[in-house]
């Protein structure tokens, strides 16, 4: 009467479907990582670090441009390890451990940033279009980065 329901992911996922999740981040890493050498980046994030209570030391030590350049070097030194990790185990496991912490930490923003709730639609759960929304998109790219970090250490019969 009923058809018989299957829950699709049963594994961590073939290794086309990683891939993809590895070489999305990648361009992100790239990309952003790039985009950290430029004042307007650096402008951009400079909101977000100072209210966050994990990462207000940096721009306190390097200055605004100088965290920027820090962060971004963090994320070229991440896709630089999700390339090699294509190809070896520990530089993958390296790379995807970094993406876990780079989204973990932007997800604190999330909690400390002004402007995450939006009031004109009753604040909290309710989150804005601008600043909310951006945040909120890392918790599937954290979620990419933890299945790359599982597949990577999990061992070869598995």
Not at 7 to 32: N, P, Y
Not at 56 to 84: C, D, K, N, R
Not at 102 to 111: C, G
């Amino acid at each position: 009467m009923f058809p018989t329901l299957h829950i699709a992911e049963k594994t961590t996922g073939s290794r086309g479907s990683l891939a993809l999740l590895r070489w999305a981040l990648v361009v992100i890493f790239l990309w952003f990582g790039c985009m950290k050498f430029t004042s307007y980046e650096a402008m951009g994030i400079a909101p977000l670090m100072q209210n966050s209570p994990i990462m207000s030391w940096i721009p306190a030590v390097f200055g605004v441009q100088g965290a920027s350049y820090f962060i971004g070097t963090a994320e070229l030194v991440t896709a630089a390890a999700l390339i090699i990790g294509t190809f070896n185990k520990m530089a993958s496991a390296f790379g995807a451990t970094m993406s876990c912490l780079v989204y973990a930490v932007t997800l604190t923003f999330f909690l400390s940033t002004p402007g995450v709730a939006e009031p004109t639609a009753g604040g909290f759960p309710a989150i804005s279009a601008g600043t909310g929304q951006f945040l909120l998109k890392d918790l599937v790219l954290l979620a990419a980065s933890a299945c790359l970090l599982l597949a990577s250490i999990r061992p070869a019969d598995a």
